[in-house]
């Protein structure tokens, strides 16, 4: 027995439910065998339209046929057993994460090789058997493994949409099309799967060829930006050397002047020291003598008295006592105030030179001019956050929360003096150059306030430093009925309500500069079109007392 057994297809004797050698066989009344637990398990859940089917044929059955163990099928399992012969498929048929598993597996699933676009169900090699052998199946359609089954299934009839409404755009159901859809467009979804086809192969040609556009702009995109990376890590390389030789030669020079400072310190201490030396010694000798006659004075010894003190009184000499000549020491006050002169010489220098050097970093640019953007959320993404400089503050202005808020004040400000500082306007610039493109929003308190753009050499004294009343500005000013744009002293009106909050878009390299008043949509202001020939920055100027400006931290 055991011996034939050997040579018998495990598959033959195996569930076609859990895959594995039958346990318990049952045979049900079409002639298929299964496990007792997996076929009641199965047809446990009929019980509700109490129609049972057997899952290999379809056959089906009322009432629930009542299953009795085959004994003959059971003693030929055990002694397949004894053989060591198994029917459990290779791990890789089994459904991983991304497989589709097959619906009628139960424990342990196989992958899907199928799935049933009437039966809606998926199928391993196995248990799709029948729908290639039993006549039953043969109008089936048979698709590759999809997860996505319901999605094929009208949700309001449960029948699977095989109608397209051409009226509606959608697929439908039978029932559907006799309800809802009476009257409308349709056709079988082959038919418009048909149809569309054909514009497919168009769509696709011309996809291709959008695609070797862009590959080709691509190409020559990545070319320039090689070619920029290479400049710019050549430019950096030297910019490095520049630099460090410049703090070398300024090392050199603090090392010399603190070596020339300590020199003179010790020429200067050291004969001094000396003379200290002396004097102390001088004082230690007076002090003993000092000791002496008050050790005298207290001797009750009379004879000792008169027979000491004229040897002691010799030592005292002459009653005057001439002080010792004592040269004023130098001080190196006047050293520090040289290198204060030297410093803002030099920064000066740095400020003007500065100015031209970033100039030249910020023209290379390979990109076109981009549209500008339209929603607030594209304005975000150019959003820079703004530093003012308290160097060009001025002295009415008072800054705070990190340099990022400032407020007009009638107390004067204790700024130091710099070369930057505005004295004749209550305004104030951005510590930073403005890059390329940027975005920037400032809320202000109450009208009278003017939002400017200016270069870093616009003047910073007299009325024509004002932004705007300059060819070195740009500025939007809010009044209590609307808005002036000003600029090289010509004034227009903007004739929209006054906002608390306006945003600013510069395109420096497009020459666009653009105001907008920032509530639930963007509302612009003014754009002006120009050429920008330095860096910029922002500014703020004030007309009114009591008024204050914040730029917001935008995220």
Known sequence: MAQRGTQLDPSRISCSICLDLLKDPVTVPCGHSYCMSCIQSCWDGDDQRRIYS????RQTFIPRPVLVKNTMLAELVEELKKTGLQAAPPDGCYAGPGDVACDVCTGRKLKALKSCLMCLVSYCQQHLQPHYESPAFENHKLVDPSKNLKDKLCSRHGEVMKIFCRTDQQCICYLCSMEEHKGHK?????????????????????IQQRI??????????????????????GAVENSEKIFSELLCLLEKRRSDVKQQIRSQQEAEVSPAKELEEKLKQKIAELRRKDAELEQLSHTEDHTHFLHSYPSLSRLIGSTHFPSTDIRPLR??????????????????????EWTKILLKVTEPDVLQSQPEPK???????????ITLDKNTANNHLALSKRNRKVKITSKEQSYPDHPDRFTDCCQVLSRESLPGRCYWEVEWSRWGVSIAVAYQDVSRKGSESEFGLNDKSWTLKSSFNGYQFRHNSEETPVLNPVSSRVGVYLDHRAGVLSFYSVSETMTLLRRILTTFTQPLHAGIHFHLSGSSAEFSELK
């Open 54 to 57: 057997c899952p290999q044929c």
């Open 186 to 206: 349709t056709v079988s979804v082959a038919v418009e799967r048909t149809e569309r086809q054909k514009g497919l192969g168009e769509s696709r040609k011309t």
């Open 212 to 233: 070797q556009v862009r590959e080709k702009d691509l190409k020559v995109l990545q070319q320039e930006v090689e070619a920029i990376n290479c400049s710019a890590d």
């Open 331 to 352: 001080r190196f006050q006047d050293v520090t105030a040289a290198l204060t002169e030297f410093r803002n010489k030099l920064q000066g220098v740095l400020s003007e």
């Open 375 to 385: 929603t607030r959320a594209e304005f975000l993404r150019y959003s820079h956050q």
